[in-house]
């Protein structure tokens, strides 16, 4: 489930379900139950629970079809969700840049100049068909 590289070091617990569909399924086990996994959690923080600890806990494990169901939906809100964190991240970015640009009276040239140096065909393509209200 983790797009990113993670360094798995001493006190990690790394699971390694057999299929997507197994993962997704854990996922949501996990996710649904934090009160549980608190409530067994040690440390100093409450924050670590052992492996002895998370095997002890009893996850409801649904029919491989139900699972496989669950988790064609989960994977097409994973990747929209993914998608929709990159297209904030585009926008903050271009927030800052015209915030900035605005502030500081240097506006990006750059978005002007493509509009002015645009072919009269670029500019009707963008701006729809002609003579349509």
Known sequence: MNHVPAAIGRNVLALEPESASDAYWLLHEIRLRPAELVATAQGSAGRELS????????IR????????????????LHDRARIAESESERLRELRGRFLDGFLSGTFPKALLLDDQTAQPEDRRARSGPQGVS
């Open 51 to 58: 492996r002895k600890a998370f095997a002890a806990i009893t």
């Open 61 to 76: 494990w649904l029919p491989q079809e139900v699972r496989e169901q669950f988790a064609r939906v989960a994977g097409r």
